[in-house]
DNA sequence: TGGATGACTTAGAACACCGCGC
DNA sequence: GCGCGGTGTTCTAAGTCATCCA
C-alpha cells in the first residue's frame, strides 16, 4: 500500500471535489470562453498579435521600408502559418528557401545579414554576438553592453527554421565522465559467511553500489536482490563465484558504514574545502556546460554521463537492481556540425561515432544496458531550442481551445455509433478530456513495471456503480499510471458513457484491455484529423492550463493581501495537480515541520492577545486623560495589534498551504503543463513580483513568456 | 498494419545549498 | 558558528509520439 502511495480517503474526496466543480467550470467558462474567442477573432486581438505589436512598436525606428512594414503586417493577420504550426508542418513555404521563419520585427535586411553570417567564425570567445539592432550601442562598455545582451537573448524575437533542421551550427566539448572506480582502503572489509574476504576490483566496485544503499527499501525487495546478485556475480572472478553462492551470507556493513562516515566528513569539510570542490564543479561547468548553437553559448542540460550504479526502477520494475554498466567514451556518439571543432575523447580512447545530424537536437548519446534505449545529452530548458517547443505546445493547447466544443460534440455523437471501435475511441477520449488521463501507450510485459493509462486500461482497473451513494452512474478508477503512482477516482459519468462501459466489460476477464479495438496510434490519428497537430496529451496541457485560469479568476480577490493572492495561486495550482494526479510522497520532516508552525502560530496568538489587552488599557488611560500623550500611546498600541495579526495572518495562510500541499507535487505542473504566460500576466494584472511565483531556474526557463505576456494575457 | 526505434517531454526522488534561529 | 528545515537543483526513469520498415 505505502509503495503505490496509496491515498487517504480525505485526499480521494479532495480530489473528486476538485475534479467536480472543474467540470463545472470547464462548462461555465467554455461558454463564456466561446464568446470571447468570437470577440477575439473580430478583433484579431490575440495576446501573441499583441506581443508581435509591441515589438513592433519597440522597433519601429528600426523599420524605415514601408513595404517592410506591410510585408510584417501580412504575417501578422497570417498568424496560424507564422506562429500555430510546427516547424516541421510548413516544410514548402514560398520565399523562405534559406530555412527561416522570419519574426515580425525583423525586416529584410536584417535577414539579409544574419543569413550572410558565417557560423563557422563563432569560436569559444566570440560568440557572444549582440543582437542585432544593438550593434551600434557597443561604446567604451562595449563589453559590458555585449555581455549583458546576449544573456538575455531574446530568441523568441527572431526567426525559426522551418526545414525541420534544428541548427546551423553546433560546437561543444562532449560529455563529462563518471570518475574512475577507486578501491577501497585495505581496513574496510566485506565478509563472507562471517570471513572477510578481498573481492577482485571489479566485484568490489559493484559490492559498493549495493553498500551505499543498504539503508533503503529497495535492498530488502527480492527483485532487487536476485536481480543485483545475478550481476554481481558476472563481474566476479571464477574463484569468487565458487565461494559467493548466497547474497544472504555477504556482510556490506563495513563497506556501508565507510561510506556514511566518507559522506559526514564531506559534510564537515573545511570552508576552504568546501570552496575548492566548488570550484573545480564551476569549472567544470564552465568548460563542458555549455556549447554553441548558431552563435549563441546555450546552457547544457545533462553533460555528465550517468555514473554506473544498481538500477532503481519505480514501483513493481522487474528489473530493478540489475547493473548499469559504466559508460566509456566508445559508447557515445557525439552529434555536433562538421565546421566546428570536434569535441576530443579522453586520451587513448575515441568515440564510437561523430555525426553531423542537424534534425536531432541532442549533443551526444548511449544507449543504456538496462532497457536498451538510448540515452541522450541534451539542452538546459532555458534555452532556445526546448524554449521553442514549449511556446509551441502551449500554441496547440490554445488552438484546442477553440475547436474544443466541436470535438467534444463530435465525440458525444460518437458514443452512438454503430461502430464498437468509434464507440471505444469516443470513451476513452472523453477520460482524457475530463480526466486529464495519458494516452497509455502499450509496453512490453516484463519489461516494465505493470502500468497503465488510457488507451492500456484493463476490465480489473474500473468498477461501474450504477448507483453509488446519492450519485447515478459512477465509474471507480483504480491503476497505476506513470511511475507507478496510483490513480484513484470516483466519478459520475452519463448514462451513455455508462452503458458503453458495460458493454465493453461483456465477457471479458479481469487482465482484458477496457478498449480492445483501441490503441493511442488510432486513437492519436483521429485526432490529427480533428485538428491539426492534436494529440491526447494536447488535452492535458489545455485543460491544466484553463483551470489554472480559471481557478485564478474565482480565487483572486483584488483586495487581498500578497500572501493571499500568493494562496489563491497555491490553490489554483493545487487544482490543476490534483486534476493531473501529480503526487509526492509527504515529506519525512513533515509532522515535525507542521508541529513547529503550528507552536510559532500558538505564541502569535499570544502575542495578539497581549497586544489587544494593552490596546484596551490605552483607550481607557485616553478616555480618562484627554491628553496627547494617551492619544499617541493608543495610536501606537492599534499599530501594534495590527502588525501582529498580519503577522498571524502570514503563518496561518502558510500553515494551511504546508498542510493542503502535503501530497500534492505542484512543480510538475507549473514546469510542464501551464502556460506560463497565464502565471505572468496575473502578477502583472494583482502586482506580484514574478519572484514569488517562479524562482531564478523557471525564469530562466519561461523567460519569453515573462517577456511577452501583459496583464490582459488570456489563455 | 503493427512492431521497433528514436527523439523528445514529463516525472518524482535524491541531493545540495542556503538562510535563519539559537 | 552550528544545525535544522525548506527550497532549489540535479538526476534519471518513464512516459508520449512520429517515423521507419517489413
Given amino acids: 500500500d505505502k509503495e503505490h502511495r496509496h491515498k487517504d480517503h480525505k485526499k480521494d474526496k479532495e480530489r473528486e471535489k476538485f475534479k467536480h466543480s472543474n467540470s463545472e467550470h470547464k462548462e461555465h467558462s467554455e461558454k463564456k470562453h466561446r464568446d470571447k474567442d468570437k470577440e477575439r477573432l473580430k478583433h484579431s486581438d490575440s495576446s501573441s498579435d499583441k506581443h508581435r505589436q509591441k515589438h513592433k512598436d519597440r522597433d519601429k525606428d528600426k523599420r524605415r521600408e514601408e513595404k517592410v512594414c506591410l510585408w510584417v503586417v501580412g504575417m501578422l493577420l497570417n498568424e496560424k502559418l507564422y506562429m500555430y504550426r510546427s516547424p516541421a508542418g510548413i516544410k514548402s513555404e514560398p520565399e523562405e528557401d534559406n530555412g527561416f521563419y522570419p519574426s515580425p520585427q525583423h525586416n529584410k535586411s536584417s535577414r539579409q545579414e544574419y543569413d550572410d553570417e558565417d557560423p563557422k567564425k563563432s569560436s569559444w570567445n566570440t560568440t557572444k554576438r549582440p543582437k542585432r539592432g544593438n550593434m551600434n550601442k557597443k561604446g567604451t562598455d562595449g563589453k559590458k553592453v555585449k555581455k549583458e545582451e546576449e544573456e538575455k537573448w531574446k530568441w523568441w524575437e527572431e526567426e525559426r527554421y522551418t526545414d525541420g533542421s534544428k541548427w546551423r551550427f553546433l560546437e561543444h566539448k562532449g560529455p563529462v565522465f563518471a570518475p574512475p572506480y577507486e578501491p577501497l582502503p585495505g581496513k574496510v572489509k566485506f565478509y563472507y559467511g562471517g570471513k572477510p574476504m578481498k573481492l577482485s576490483a571489479p566485484a568490489e566496485e559493484v559490492a559498493t553500489f549495493f553498500a551505499k544503499m543498504l539503508d533503503h527499501e529497495y535492498t530488502t525487495k527480492d527483485i532487487f536482490r536476485k536481480n543485483f546478485f545475478k550481476d554481481w556475480r558476472k563481474e566476479m572472478t571464477s574463484e569468487e563465484k565458487s565461494v559467493i553462492t548466497d547474497l544472504n551470507k555477504c556482510d556490506f556493513s563495513e563497506m556501508s558504514e565507510y561510506f556514511k562516515a566518507q559522506s559526514e566528513a564531506r559534510k564537515q569539510m573545511s570552508k576552504e574545502e568546501k570552496q575548492k570542490i566548488k570550484e573545480e564543479n564551476e569549472r567544470l561547468l564552465q568548460e563542458y556546460g555549455f556549447c554553441i548553437m548558431d552563435n549563441h553559448k546555450e546552457r547544457i542540460g545533462n553533460f555528465r554521463i550517468e555514473p554506473p550504479g544498481l538500477f532503481r526502477g519505480r514501483g513493481d520494475h522487474p ?270 520532516t513533515f509532522e515535525k515541520s507542521m508541529q513547529n508552525l503550528q507552536n510559532k502560530i500558538d505564541e502569535k496568538q499570544n502575542q495578539l492577545s497581549a497586544a489587544r489587552k494593552q490596546l484596551k488599557a490605552a483607550k481607557a488611560d485616553h478616555k480618562a486623560s484627554h491628553d496627547d500623550k494617551s492619544k499617541k500611546a493608543v495610536e501606537m498600541k492599534r499599530k501594534a495589534v495590527q502588525r501582529i495579526e498580519e503577522q498571524l495572518m502570514k503563518l496561518q495562510v502558510q500553515a494551511t498551504d504546508r498542510e493542503e500541499n502535503k501530497q500534492i507535487a505542484l512543480g510538475t505542473s507549473k514546469l510542464n503543463y501551464l502556460d506560463p504566460r497565464i502565471s505572468v500576466a496575473w502578477c502583472k494584472k494583482f502586482g506580484i513580483p514574478i519572484e514569488k511565483i517562479y524562482n531564478k531556474t523557471q525564469r530562466e526557463k519561461f523567460a519569453w513568456a515573462i517577456d511577452m505576456a501583459d496583464k490582459d494575457y488570456e489563455f
Fill in 319 to 588: 528489473k530493478m537492481g540489475m547493473l548499469k554498466r559504466r559508460i566509456r567514451p566508445e559508447d557515445i556518439i557525439i552529434n555536433c556540425s562538421k565546421d566546428s571543432k570536434h569535441p576530443k575523447p579522453p586520451p587513448g580512447t575515441k568515440w564510437k561515432e561523430v555525426r553531423h545530424d542537424n534534425k536531432v537536437t541532442w549533443l551526444a548519446s548511449w544507449t543504456e544496458n538496462i532497457q536498451g534505449s538510448i540515452k541522450y545529452i541534451m539542452l538546459n530548458p532555458s534555452s532556445r531550442i526546448k524554449g521553442e517547443k514549449d511556446w509551441q505546445k502551449y500554441e496547440t493547447a490554445r488552438r484546442l481551445k477553440k475547436c474544443v466544443d466541436r470535438i467534444r460534440a463530435q465525440y458525444r455523437e460518437d458514443w452512438k455509433s454503430k461502430e464498437m471501435r468509434i464507440r471505444q475511441r469516443a470513451v476513452a477520449l472523453y477520460f482524457i478530456d475530463k480526466l486529464a488521463l495519458r494516452a497509455g501507450n502499450e509496453k512490453e510485459e516484463g519489461e516494465t513495471a505493470d502500468t497503465v493509462g488510457c488507451c492500456s486500461l484493463r476490465v480489473e482497473h474500473i468498477k461501474l456503480y450504477p448507483k453509488l451513494d446519492d450519485q447515478e452512474y459512477v465509474v471507480e478508477f483504480d491503476f497505476l499510471g506513470k511511475d507507478s503512482i496510483r490513480y484513484y477516482n470516483k466519478i459520475p459519468v452519463e448514462k451513455r458513457v455508462f452503458k458503453n462501459l458495460q458493454l465493453f466489460l461483456e465477457n471479458k476477464q479481469p487482465e482484458d484491455d477496457l478498449f480492445d479495438r483501441l490503441n493511442t496510434s488510432i486513437l492519436n490519428k483521429h485526432l490529427q484529423e480533428l485538428m491539426d497537430g492534436l494529440t491526447a496529451k494536447v488535452f492535458r496541457t489545455y485543460n491544466a492550463s484553463i483551470t489554472l485560469q480559471q481557478q485564478l479568476k474565482e480565487l483572486t480577490c483584488s483586495d487581498d493581501s500578497i500572501p493571499a493572492k500568493i494562496l489563491s495561486y497555491n490553490r489554483a495550482n493545487r487544482a490543476v495537480a490534483i486534476l493531473c494526479n501529480h503526487q509526492r510522497a509527504p515529506p519525512k
